[in-house]
């Protein structure tokens, strides 16, 4: 018996806000990395599941991209956090403010 | 020789140069007296040598004007002040020239001669003083003489208002040498306060002089002085009248007539070899000089004559009676001086212009001889002037004594001295003129032997009166001083005879007058008048019989000095009690200097002090209200400025920060603020989007 579609979206909008919540209230930028991932791929699971109710495998394919480029993102990402932490010594982004006005 | 004339003032300007430039530092004092004395000398070597050849006139000779009918020769040296073209076509403007003809030959013997003897002794006479104050006297010494015979020499009034100007300024230098000392402790004058009287009276004079000249330039068109005369019979008697007596108060200024005589016995402040040679012998008759330089113009003027003569006259008597009570030694000689000049300016006004030049002459000599022989008593003393602190001094300075009893004798008119003749030509020229003047000009020549036999016998005979230390230190001059008195004494009783008269030479001719014949006119226009042709017509023995009189006057005058000083020496002060106010009135001078001070000095100290008051309070204020005023408005502008310009881009740039220092607090740095603005932005677009589209 094939999921209803419905339940994915639902599944989806959870991880969702959980990503996003986590994104805007955690201060170690690894957490909010780890955030920005379970919101890409809430974004995936709804790519995913339209996918297969509509029967085209072009959403799949999306997903799939979608993991690639995230892979890179984090590569980028975790890059910048390494470098942030050997010049600052720390990994809270509510220190980081020299962009202050 | 002749061609050298523009050299005879310019060595002493050399001397001047020199001495001025490197006298005081760098030239050894034997080197300054050298270079002094020696500029003149030449100078005095060339004028002869030019003198001479005048006897001989050459045809020609390039670049100078000879005139051989008026033995006059004019060496142009260039265009002083080029004035254009005149109206008829030629051209107008003041060459700096020199002329030579037999009066200035004479005034340049005079100068040249006696100033180098002057020069010589004064070698001796400052040899105390300190080198820079020795070179300063002699530099001064040599500008004198090249301004005097600028003066001498100029062929044009402007030439000779150079040297005119130039022998005044030396004077006030040397008037003003000792500026640091004190002359007149009574009335408290400086030696500078003298010499700045003298300067300034001279000024007053000068204003004469340069009226008389404008006048003369403005109706004449030219500058120079043949040309003036050349064309004085045009001008006509009223013009002549009055340019004459304008150049007659210069000369009453520089040749010290009334009354502008009052500078020149304060002129007694300097040091006394100056006395000699600018207040006895050069200076004080370039006065005589000019007016006899311009004695064609005045021939044309009787009025003038008259005037100049009634002047002359009044001087030579009321200083006479001035120098009867003085006891400055220099004092006597100086009021003696101004006698003397009046005497010469009386002989202008008669028209005798030769005589006044003959008794210039023999004055320079004699009177330059008193001087110098004063001077060697003051030097003897230590610096005494008092006569009645001296006494005695014949055996101690035999040579002094010797030469100043020559010279008393010349200046009192005992033949065969030179005084005799030139001062009897004038008394005879005037006896023609008119009586008066004679009995005028006999008084003061009775004075004048009084006076000079009295400063003789108080000076040179009876007791000593000087103190311990002044006999201590009383010495005979050396031999620098001695040398001119000698060689002036020779002339003062030789010098007379180059002019003595046709009527006791047995027939020949007088010399001296021939000689200026050229120059001079012989006869002034009154002499055609009715009196004074009958009196020449009796000349000889009448002339032979007043100067046998005016020989008896000055021997009585002699005498009664003798009697009063040498023999009852205690006379003179009884005849003093007996006429008290008359002494008293003597001896302070008529009060002259006072009456000037009060009519003339007061009232214009007033003006002074009106001036002074108007200058501090009317245009200082002005000056000071308009500061005021700018200030002020300069406060405003700067109120404007601060509060209102200065306001606006303040509140521009004010404005600018509040609202940034609202809109920064966005700008916060933190990236989860960011996010979340972002999120909520979503948050409401799609918000908006479905509440529209539902």
Known sequence: MPVPPTHVLIISL????????????????????????????????????????????????????????????????????????????????DEVQIMKG | MLRLLWLIPLLPFMGFALNGLLGARVLPRRAVGLIACGTVLLSFLVSLGAVLSLGSLPETAEGLLIDHDARRVTQTLYTWMPLGEGADGRSIGVDWAYVLDPLSAVMLMVVTGVGFLIHVYSVGYMGHEPRPAYARF??????????????????????????????????????????????????????A??????????RIGDMGFLLGMLLLFSLTGTMDIQGVLDQAGTLGPMVCTVAGLLLFVGACGKSAQIPLYVWLPDAMAGPTPVSALIHAATMVTAGVYVLCRMAPMYVLAPGALLVVAVVGAATALLAASMGLAQTDIKKVLAYSTVSQLGYMVLAVGVGAFSAAIFHLLTHAFFKALLFLGAGSVIHALSGEQDITKMGGLRSRLPWTHLTFLVATLAIAGIPPLAGFFSKDEILWKAFVRHPAFWVVGVAGAFMTAFYMTRLYILTFR?????????????????????????????????????????????????????????????????ETSGYAATAAHAAGPLEIGLMALSVGVALAGILLGWLLYEKRPELPERVAAGARGLYLLVYNKYFVDEIYGKVVLAPYYGLCRASAWLDRWVVDGAVNGAGYLTLGSSYTSRGFDEWIVDGLVNLTGNMVRGFSAALRVVQSGLVRSYATVMVLGIFILVSVYLLTMG
């Open chain 2, 138 to 191: 002699f530099s001064y010494l040599n500008l004198f003489m090249g301004m005097m015979l600028t003066l001498v020499l100029g062929a044009s009034l402007p030439v000779v208002f150079v040297g005119w100007e130039g022998v005044g300024l030396c004077s006030y230098l040397l008037i003003g040498f000792y500026y640091d000392r004190m002359f007149d402790e009574k009335t408290g004058m400086s030696c």
């Open chain 2, 462 to 526: 009876g007791m000593e009166r000087f103190g311990e230390e002044a006999r201590h230190h009383l010495h005979e001059s050396p031999p620098s001083m001695t040398v001119p008195l000698v060689a002036l004494a020779v002339l003062s009783a030789v010098g007379g005879w180059v002019g003595i008269p046709a009527v006791i030479s047995l027939g020949l001719p007088n010399v001296f007058e021939h000689w200026l014949a050229p120059v001079l006119p012989a006869a002034a226009a009154h």
């Open chain 2, 193 to 202: 306060d003298a010499g700045r009287k003298a300067f300034i009276v001279n």
């Open chain 1, 14 to 93: 959870l991880l969702f806000s959980v990503g996003m919540i986590g994104v805007l209230i955690r201060r170690n930028v690894i957490i909010i990395l780890m955030s920005i991932e379970l919101i890409m791929n809430a974004a995936n699971l709804n790519l995913i599941a339209f996918s297969r109710q509509l029967n085209n495998l072009v959403g799949q394919v999306f997903g799939v991209f979608t993991i690639a480029v995230a892979a890179g993102e984090v590569a980028v990402g975790l890059a910048v956090v390494l470098a942030l932490y050997r010049n600052r010594a720390t990994v809270y982004v």
